[in-house]
């Protein structure tokens, strides 16, 4: 499903050159868990990123489904994040003037999805995650853990 070759991130700092990524391979079957550890500052998210469609690889190669990424349009960049992946931030990324059910449903906006199906698909996912009670408290009246449960819902969501 998902396959990179050789990939390499370099980030240029001033005058210096900082190579985050060296010769990464990885392949991920569908259904497949993995996991990605290593010391801070290691290229955890950077290698995050590039999986997700965030950021590009220097060089390499990432293909998704077959598909090589680097001649993927814009436009099919942002399917491939609305349709196959779901981000958890490290800072969850949640809107402080959006409440709960909101805040999950926004990727359902951006797939086109309708505002009823979206809301009851939002309410859903926060009831499993034990936040039914909190479908209408603002980010800011949520603890750290619920906050990062809407963020996991969001992930979800499509």
Known sequence: MLELKDI???????????????????????????????QSGSGKSTLMNIIGCIDTPSS????????ETANLSGDELAA????????????????ATM????????????????ASE????????????????RTKSLPSKLSGGQQQRVSIARALIN
């Open 118 to 133: 979206r809301t009851k698909r939002a309410v859903e996912l926060l009831d499993k995650l034990e936040l039914g009670d």
């Open 80 to 95: 491939l994040r609305s349709k196959k992946f779901g981000f958890v931030f490290q800072k969850y990324n949640l809107i």
């Open 8 to 38: 390499n991130k370099k980030f240029i700092l001033g005058d210096n050159e900082i190579h985050v990524l060296k010769d990464v391979n990885l392949n991920i079957e569908a259904g497949e868990f993995i996991s990605i550890i290593g």
């Open 99 to 114: 409440d709960a059910t909101a805040n999950v449903s926004l990727p359902a906006v951006y797939a086109g999805v309708r």
């Open 60 to 67: 390499g190669s990432y293909k998704i489904e077959g598909r």
